[in-house]
């Protein structure tokens, strides 16, 4: 029995396994790394012709059902000299980065930003959703992963540009543009630029990018949707877990398990998040995701990232119900059987939305917590509170957050002309 358990153990490196221990990781997820699928995706429009690709390919597709367009293969079927893969029918990419994807919901003409781009995989993804509408731009700091990113979108993808950085003349013309409140036209062609940290990202200068926004003036303008696929461990992606058996396992100490590494990594990663939130449009959607496991490189990257953006708001993600994996819904529907007999339930709901004749004065009591911030949506939530507040008894809302500015006497006045009466209680820690 003994002999059986040894015997299925991992082959990790003691110091990996230390790693996986600290941050509660089951190692026995490694243990299958050599027949874990890989997976390609189908180009949009072939799925008719599915048969001829398995024929080129010699061998049968598995679709995922979870992942539309996706396929797994055994990781020993060779597909690069097919004519599939050379003609760009098909192309490899993980169904963990198609999720990452299709969590940004893009839908034709969004205008698209991928701040961590290279190699690429995503990138073709991204390029292949939006078709001739929108944009995508791809940005990254690496030259060399840069050129591989090239390669891949020139085998997958049209694209109109690669510039190391846009020209004065046409920065200047997106400041013009964005500054006038126009939207940037469709029917862009991907436009690819390597810009290091900074410079030319719809319009913003370096000293845009990284001035403070006040609290009134987070972005009108900006991407619809953004991608930060940050600089991480690795260490959740099996097969990168594996290589280290050809590069020697004492590389992963520095690549993986170095604590020092690990903590310029979080720093990094919630910069790159903030900057990619900063660059998105008001209302936009932006997916962080990591190839690690660690709760350091994720959870807490986000957590850090909320407490200092009031403004942002995290989303259950619609296209995650059939996903194998926990998600946020899993917690509500965990939560509302634990409720015993008192209904709990979920919905989306904007403040500026006019069609909620279904749960109109309904409500008893709303608490909310700090979403007061920003000046431009204050009508809506105020218009809001009066719809969904009970108008049959008496009924009430309690707001929760930090005096800030202005923004609270604001919004005050916008509940006295919805004829709402309200009182103020401070209390803080000392
Ligand atoms: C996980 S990889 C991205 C994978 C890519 N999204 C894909 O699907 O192929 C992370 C990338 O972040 C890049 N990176 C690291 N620091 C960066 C920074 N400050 N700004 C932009 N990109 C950065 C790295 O060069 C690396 O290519």
């Known amino acids: ?17 230390d790693f996986l221990k600290e941050n509660g990781l089951d190692p026995s997820i490694y243990s299958e790394s050599h027949s874990t699928p890989r997976y390609i995706r189908l180009k949009p429009g072939l799925e008719a012709r599915i048969e001829e690709i398995e024929a080129e390919i010699k061998w049968k597709l598995e679709e995922v059902e979870w992942l539309p367009g996706f396929y797994a293969l055994p990781p020993d079927v060779q ?47 991204i390029s292949d959703l939006l078709g001739d509408s929108g944009s995508v731009t791809g940005v990254d700091v690496s030259s060399h992963r840069l050129a591989a990113c090239e390669s891949a979108l020139e085998e997958n993808v049209t694209f ?4 190391s950085r846009r020209p004065w003349k046409e920065r200047k013309q997106a400041a013009r543009i964005r500054k006038s ?14 810009y290091g940290c900074h410079s030319g990202v719809v319009g913003l200068t370096k000293s845009e990018l990284y001035q403070t926004f006040r609290d009134d003036e987070y972005l009108s303008y900006g991407y619809d949707k953004v991608l930060v696929d940050a600089e991480c461990t690795h260490d959740g992606s099996i097969k990168h877990v594996q290589k280290f058996e050809r590069w020697g396992w004492e590389t992963l100490q520095r690549r993986v398990l170095d ?27 932006l997916v962080y995701s990591t190839c690690s496991l660690t709760v350091a490189q994720n959870e807490d990257v986000v957590r850090q990232f909320l407490e200092g953006n009031p403004c942002a ?3 259950v993600i619609d296209a995650a119900e059939n996903w194998p994996c926990k998600n946020g819904r899993h917690n509500i529907d965990a939560n509302s059987e634990s409720s015993g007999g008192t209904r709990v339930k979920s ?12 749960i109109s004065g309904e409500f008893d009591l709303i608490v909310a917590s700090d979403c007061t911030f920003l000046k431009e949506f204050h009508n809506g939530l105020a218009q809001i509170l009066k719809f969904l507040l009970g108008k049959m008894q008496p009924s009430e809302a309690m707001f929760f957050g930090p005096k800030r500015g202005v923004s609270l006497d604001e919004f005050l006045e916008r509940i006295k ?7 103020i209680a401070e209390n803080y820690d000392a």
């Open 259 to 285: 604590a020092e590494r690990s903590d310029g990594l979080t720093v990094l990663q919630l910069k790159l998040l903030t900057n990619g939130f900063r660059l998105l449009k008001a209302g936009g959607i």
């Open 181 to 194: 409140g126009a939207v940037p036209s469709g029917n862009q062609l991907p436009d690819l630029i390597y």
């Open 313 to 315: 708001e995290l989303q």
């Open 347 to 358: 919905m989306m709901l904007h403040w500026n939305q006019n069609e909620i004749s279904t």
């Open 79 to 125: 597909i690069a000299n097919s004519n599939a893969y050379r003609e760009g029918k098909i192309y490899g990419i993980d169904a963990a980065s198609g999720a990452a994807v299709s969590a940004l919901d893009i839908s034709a003409g969004d205008h698209v930003l991928d701040l961590c781009a290279a190699p690429g995989a995503k990138l073709c993804m």
């Open 160 to 163: 109109k540009e690669w510039t």
């Open 1 to 17: 029995m003994e002999e059986e358990e040894e015997a299925s153990k991992p082959a990790l490196p003691d110091a990996f396994l």
């Open 417 to 423: 002309e919805c004829d709402l009466r309200f009182s």
